[in-house]
């Protein structure tokens, strides 16, 4: 089965950045597409962009723009680059398998454990 495990959260102010990075492992990583999802204090979890097997992404308009996912299949890794960051842009964030390949980006089906990203002064 494919692991997932989330880091690089912390507190920004805004406008500022911040790098997540998704490390993997398991089985056949370089055919999963991935996801990124977040969840914001009081609200459900959200869609904010996936990338495909072959390094095609895309993004929620909430975010384009400003944040950029990509991955490294040597590595085994997915990264979540945020840019011009907004106190919105808080919440717990999470990488995710998805079902099938995107675009469109697909449902989850393997999640990580998330990683706290607060933007705030």
């Known amino acids: 089965q494919l692991q997932l495990v989330e880091s690089g959260g912390d507190l920004v102010p805004p406008g500022g950045s911040l790098r997540l990075s998704c490390a993997a492992s398991?089985?056949?990583?370089?055919?999963?597409?991935i996801g990124w999802f977040r969840q914001a204090p009081g609200k459900e979890r959200e869609g904010v962009g996936c990338?495909?097997?072959?390094?095609?992404?895309e993004y929620t308009d909430s975010v384009e723009g400003r944040f950029t996912i990509s991955r490294d299949n040597d590595k085994e890794m997915v990264y979540l680059q945020m840019d011009s960051l907004k106190p919105e842009d808080t919440g717990v964030y999470y990488c995710?398998?998805?079902?099938?390949?995107?675009?469109?980006?697909?449902?989850?089906?393997?999640w990580g454990q998330g990683t706290q990203v607060t933007v705030s002064s």
């Open positions: 995710a398998g998805l079902k099938w390949d995107g675009p469109p980006c697909g449902p989850a089906e393997s």
């Open positions: 398991g089985f056949a990583f370089d055919l999963w597409p």
């Open positions: 990338i495909s097997t072959s390094g095609v992404t």
